[in-house]
């Protein structure tokens, strides 16, 4: 039955006014961004989920939509279409169970969401690392634009107003509408996804679980390349080996494929110039549009930044306008991006013993991510002395990537481990890797390591760090990081709230 669910295609109306859909798993960040979609098309909505409240009930509070507890009584006769989370199995959910025998149409997540791709020209935003910056910089772009757009991004985006969704002013569902959406490669979920042009940031190993060799999660980028239509367009990063090599196997299969590289190896309209980083801004130049800005940390935010103005541009053309005459739009753009939910986030200030101390949290958990992300913070908050909580996510990802983790926490200077946070598809007990060796590993490249299984028995240690003078080195005090997959993101809360008592 799953498997018949699973490729049966099914497609949603162009007009969902008075549509009925319900959710299962509503409160998922993708599907409460989706609830975000078909709610502003006129849809109505109803949900279910666990009781556990989560960020994305603060989504669905604005909507004034509630999660029900999950249940057949959920599944009324007057619901026309189910869409449904694939952590959710259609044979033991009782909505699931129920919306079957009505015979009522049941579409995962990723076949919805290809389902809206469908009904508008549509940008697909995808790669290892990225997706989520490089979707959230596209939609705040867009927004200082008179093109008709919705964005969806994998998380809240500051600047969307607290959504994960952004709906353009000019968006109307009658006239040409543009479509830009996060498309995730786990279990080529991206597949769905019917894409007019493409961006690609970065392509490596990584889902182990699923792609047990880098060419089969290259292969995987590959397929979902040339997805596009005759002449579609991929916005390639020339700075990064896999999306390059990426690039080229789909160009050999798709020669039609226009190929658009970004970067500072990019030549063109869309090269890269990296500029001076001061007073928390980051200065830098793309050849099409001149001197911009970005105030938040990190060079890869520079490239997502690079990413998103050369899909902007294109999309312009497209639309048959000229980019140069945006220029200070995008620009605008640019300059109002905050980031997002757990995307480099600063969750507070505080003193500490009459040290400043800035709280970041970061999805970063991959060993590049990680190495990339913490370099941004030593340049952008240069003065600052780094302490850095990290959780590694899944036990495949840290034994397939050992040594990677162990030697990439370089720019910061006291590092906290702890256990694995797992996967609830993997076996702990039958694991070769624990939070304990990954510790051990990383004491071989980093003077600093502390390791403590559970991630609040570090509560006392980081708060005497804290407490402690920074030293000359160090004149602006320190910077707290909690950073992975994991829910580590509750030490620094915790000691935020310690400090502000």
């Known amino acids: 039955m799953y498997y018949y ?32 979609i078909l709610y502003s098309r006129g849809a109505g909505i109803t949900g279910s989920d666990v009781s556990e409240r989560f960020y994305t009930d603060d989504i669905l509070d604005r909507l004034g939509l509630k999660a029900l507890a999950f249940s057949e009584s959920n599944i009324t006769k007057d619901i026309q279409y189910v869409i449904y989370s694939s952590a959710y199995n259609p044979e033991k959910n009782p909505d699931l169970i129920a919306a079957s025998k009505q015979g009522i149409p049941c579409m995962l997540y990723t076949e919805a969401l290809g389902a809206v791709s469908e009904q508008a020209y549509s940008c697909g935003i995808c790669g290892v690392h990225g997706k989520t910056s490089t979707t959230g910089l596209t939609g705040t772009i867009l927004e200082q634009l008179d093109l008709p757009a919705q964005v969806l991004a994998g998380s809240v985006i500051t600047s969307f107003g607290g959504s994960c969704t952004l709906t353009t002013r000019t968006f109307a569902e009658s006239s040409r509408n543009y479509f830009v959406a996060e498309t995730c490669e786990y279990q080529r979920h991206f597949m769905a996804f019917c894409p007019q042009k493409i961006i ?35 916005v390639y990063c020339a700075d990064d080996k896999g999306a390059v090599e ?39 130049t793309i050849d099409a549009l001149g001197e911009l800005e970005l105030h938040v940390p990190g060079r890869h935010d520079v490239r ?23 220029t200070d739009k995008i620009r605008k753009g640019l300059s ?15 003193s500490a013993g009459g040290n400043s101390v800035i709280f970041i949290d970061d999805y970063g958990h991959h060993p590049t991510a990680i190495k990339t992300t913490l370099a941004g913070y030593r340049e952008f908050y240069s003065g600052r002395k780094i302490l850095l909580d990290f959780m590694s996510h899944t036990y495949t990802r840290t034994a397939a990537l050992l040594e990677d983790f162990a030697r990439s926490f370089g720019s910061a200077d ?43 028995d570090a509560k006392d240690f980081a708060l005497a760090e804290l407490m402690k003078n920074p030293g000359k080195e160090y004149p602006k005090g320190y910077l707290f990081v909690t950073m992975g997959a994991g829910d580590n993101w509750k030490i620094g809360r915790a000691l935020l709230e310690e400090l502000k008592k």
């Not at 997502?304 to 945006?326: F, H, I, M, W």
């Open 336 to 350: 109002d991006y905050r980031g997002g939910k757990r995307r480099s986030e600063v969750i507070g200030k505080a």
């Open 200 to 234: 690609l940031t970065s392509v490596e190993s990584d889902h182990q679980d699923y792609y047990p060799t880098y060419n089969d999660i290259r292969d995987a980028f590959v397929d979902y390349i040339c997805k596009l239509p005759e002449h579609g367009q991929l």
């Open 304 to 326: 997502d930044a690079c990413a998103a103005s050369a899909l902007v541009c294109e999309l312009l053309k497209t639309d048959g306008r000229n980019p140069v005459q945006y």
């Open 246 to 284: 990426t690039a080229g196997l789909a160009e050999r299969r798709r020669p039609d494929i226009e190929l658009i590289p970004y970067g500072e190896q990019a030549q063109g309209s869309y090269h890269l110039t990296f500029g001076k980083v001061a007073d928390e801004t980051q200065h830098f």
């Open 414 to 456: 006291e590092v906290i481990l702890h256990k694995i946070y797992a996967s609830a598809r993997e076996d702990p007990s039958a694991a070769p890797v624990s939070g304990e060796i990954l510790a051990e590993h990383a004491e071989k490249y980093h003077g600093n390591v502390h390791y403590y299984k559970e991630i609040l």
């Open 5 to 36: 669910w699973y490729m049966a295609k099914i497609s949603l109306p162009g007009n969902l006014k008075g549509v009925h859909v319900h959710f299962v798993g509503i409160k998922g960040t993708g599907m409460a961004a989706l609830v975000e």
